[in-house]
Each structure stands twice: as C-alpha cells, then as structure tokens.
C-alpha cells in the first residue's frame, strides 16, 4: 500500500474530536429497545433528484444538510454534493473515469470516495476538502492493488476500507492510520471477498458485506458480517441463497441495508436488530430499492436510498435510480 500523498490531515487536539462526538452522535448510538423497532417504518418519502441518468449511493453529512451520491454513466461517474432539498449541486469529484461510494467525514467537512482513471486503471481513494473546497487528492492508491468504499472511524484517525492488496482477486477489509499512512489489514481467508466496511457510532465494531466463494458465480451469494474491533472476531448476521448488502448502523444495535432476492432480482430494503435479530421490511421491493443511508438529526432517524420509484416532475422520463429520504417512524 502506497499513499498517494503524505500529509497528516488529522491536527486537531483529542478533546475536540471527543466534543464532536457527543455532540454528532447524541441519541445515535443507544440501543433501540425491540418494541420500539418492530413498529419502525418509513414516514412519507420525498424524492430529492431527477433527470435523464442514474443517482447512487446516497450520504448525509452528519448534520443532515447535505446529500452526497454518484450520478452519470460508468466510464464518467461524479461524486456531487446537493443540500437535502436536492438544490445547488456541484461536482467534488475529478474530471472523468469513476467515481463512487462516497462517505462524509464525522466533522462534514470532507467527502472520501473511490476513483477510478479509466477502466484499465485500478481503484484509489480520494477526498475532497469541502470547507473550503479544495481540489480533489489521492489519499490512498497504488497501480498494483485496489481500493474501494472508504469509511471514516468516529474520530476521524483512521479509515477503514477493503483492499485486494496483496492478495490479487481477493478482497479484505483493511484500515488505514492517517497519521501515519499506514495500512492494517483486518479480515483474512481465501473463500470469501469481504466489502463496505462501516463503523459502529462508537468504533469498536465494523459491519460489513461478504461474497460467498471468490469465484464470481452469478447470481451471487452475500452475507452480513460484524466485526470486533477490540479482539477481531467476528460473527455472521444473515444467510440464506440471496444478496444482503450495503449495511449501516442505524442505532447501536440495528443495521439498515438492502436485500436483493437471486430468484427474481427483485430489491428491497430492510432493518436488522441485531440482539433479537428480528428483520423489518421497509419497503416493498417493486421499485428496486438499494444503498440504504440511515442518519439522525434532534432524536429523528432518517433513511436515504436510491430507487426508480418515479416522481411526477418531468414526462415521460425513463426509470433512472433517483434518491430518496424519509423520515423513520416508530
């Protein structure tokens, strides 16, 4: 692992950080009591974009006031950041090649995402300095391995993300100390590709998907995964013959993420309690629902996806994946 640039962006004093926390992720990362999540569903839905491409992989910044996502056609993919209204987008990303799976920093001030030059290239992480803006640059890169799907730990030290580094066609989950550029790996074997890592609201865990076998069978097989930070086991969630995949914390003891059926293809999105392990379905699936975003702003929960659920603003617009929030009730 060879980073892209060396620079130590992480300066400001341990209290700090400490204060941001308790402040972000007040009423966040309690545990959601079982009563209270068997009634959770989604409120009215509100579309936020529209247009003639797709809009993925919806993000909130941790106050709730801006959206970042991936929009345009594989081979140009940006990162764009719009307020929660869908208003005054911009592109963050570099011009040209791909560039997906955005993440924001636990300050909001910084969006980490993958990138990809051209098709022949491999996977490196880049981030964008927003406040203020600041040219995109290489965080984390090297023409031998890839790099996807960064996620910032709380306080922002360390990264997680998942790697083929070392192990060519086989992916684990790795982290990346900021201070010091250097890379650990996390996850090991030879019989499954481990992917999208996400920090619990505390830190000490990761949620993460995982593909059965590393042959590339189509339809796939993956599973849910958690991660202990403190002695490195870790514990399946899901199983079954279907896809369970994208997964993020919604409260400390539930996880949101979307379930793909291999029999029809069909999507749809769902939450996991994880001490009960009671499922909840949150939406139907008929409009191919995926890359569920679960944030909370004053003690409300909320839910970003990405969906062809249609809105009525333009006429006669093709089914293009658009995003969509709604507030999650109880």
């Given at each position: 692992?060879?980073?892209c640039?060396?620079?130590n962006?992480?300066?400001s004093?341990?209290?700090l950080?400490?204060?941001?926390?308790?402040?972000?992720?007040?009423g966040?990362n309690?545990a959601?009591?079982?009563?209270?999540f068997?009634?959770l569903h989604?409120?009215?839905c509100?579309?936020?974009?529209?247009?003639l491409?797709?809009h993925e992989?919806?993000?909130?910044?941790?106050?709730?006031r801006?959206l970042?996502?991936?929009?345009g056609e594989y081979g140009?993919l940006?990162?764009?950041?719009?307020?929660?209204?869908g208003r005054f987008?911009?592109?963050?990303s570099p011009h040209?090649?791909?560039?997906?799976?955005?993440t924001w920093?636990p300050?909001?001030q910084?969006?980490?995402y993958?990138?990809?030059?051209?098709p022949?290239?491999?996977?490196?992480?880049?981030?964008?300095?927003l406040l203020?803006q600041?040219?995109?640059?290489?965080?984390?890169?090297?023409?031998?391995?890839?790099?996807?799907h960064p996620s910032y730990?709380?306080?922002e030290?360390?990264l997680?993300y998942?790697s083929?580094?070392?192990t060519?066609?086989i992916?684990?989950l790795?982290?990346?100390?900021r201070?010091?550029g250097q890379?650990?790996?996390l996850?090991?074997?030879?019989?499954q590709?481990h992917?999208?890592?996400?920090?619990s609201?505390?830190g000490?865990?990761i949620?993460?998907?995982?593909?059965?076998g590393?042959?590339?069978?189509e339809p796939?097989?993956?599973n849910?995964?958690e991660?202990?930070?403190?002695n490195?086991?870790?514990?399946r969630?899901t199983?079954?013959?279907?896809?369970?995949k994208?997964p993020?914390y919604l409260a400390?003891?539930?996880?949101?993420?979307?379930?793909e059926?291999n029999?029809d293809?069909?999507?749809w999105?769902?939450a996991?309690h994880?001490?009960?392990?009671e499922?909840?379905?949150l939406?139907?699936?008929?409009?191919?629902d995926?890359?569920p975003?679960p944030?909370r702003?004053k003690?409300?929960?909320?839910?970003?996806?990405?969906?062809?659920?249609?809105?009525?603003?333009?006429e006669?617009?093709p089914?293009t994946?658009d995003i969509?929030?709604a507030?999650?009730?109880s």
């Amino acid at each position: 692992m060879l980073p892209c640039a060396a620079r130590n962006p992480v300066n400001s004093p341990d209290w700090l950080y400490a204060a941001n926390r308790i402040f972000r992720l007040a009423g966040y990362n309690e545990a959601m009591k079982r009563k209270d999540f068997s009634k959770l569903h989604l409120g009215k839905c509100q579309r936020l974009t529209a247009g003639l491409t797709d809009h993925e992989h919806p993000t909130l910044s941790p106050d709730g006031r801006w959206l970042a996502c991936y929009s345009g056609e594989y081979g140009s993919l940006c990162v764009i950041v719009a307020d929660r209204r869908g208003r005054f987008a911009r592109r963050v990303s570099p011009h040209g090649g791909n560039n997906t799976q955005p993440t924001w920093d636990p300050a909001g001030q910084r969006v980490a995402y993958r990138h990809q030059a051209d098709p022949e290239h491999k996977w490196e992480i880049w981030e964008t300095v927003l406040l203020p803006q600041t040219q995109p640059e290489c965080i984390l890169g090297d023409p031998r391995w890839n790099y996807k799907h960064p996620s910032y730990h709380p306080t922002e030290a360390r990264l997680a993300y998942f790697s083929d580094e070392g192990t060519a066609g086989i992916y684990h989950l790795w982290e990346l100390d900021r201070a010091n550029g250097q890379g650990r790996q996390l996850t090991f074997g030879d019989t499954q590709n481990h992917c999208h890592p996400v920090y619990s609201p505390d830190g000490g865990r990761i949620v993460f998907h995982a593909y059965e076998g590393v042959d590339q069978r189509e339809p796939a097989v993956t599973n849910l995964y958690e991660l202990s930070m403190t002695n490195g086991e870790v514990r399946r969630l899901t199983s079954g013959e279907d896809q369970y995949k994208h997964p993020f914390y919604l409260a400390d003891d539930v996880i949101t993420y979307h379930h793909e059926r291999n029999a029809d293809g069909r999507r749809w999105l769902e939450a996991l309690h994880l001490k009960s392990g009671e499922v909840i379905q949150l939406t139907s699936g008929k409009k191919n629902d995926k890359h569920p975003y679960p944030w909370r702003v004053k003690g409300k929960a909320f839910l970003a996806w990405s969906s062809k659920k249609l809105g009525s603003e333009l006429e006669n617009e093709p089914a293009t994946y658009d995003i969509f929030i709604a507030e999650l009730e109880s």
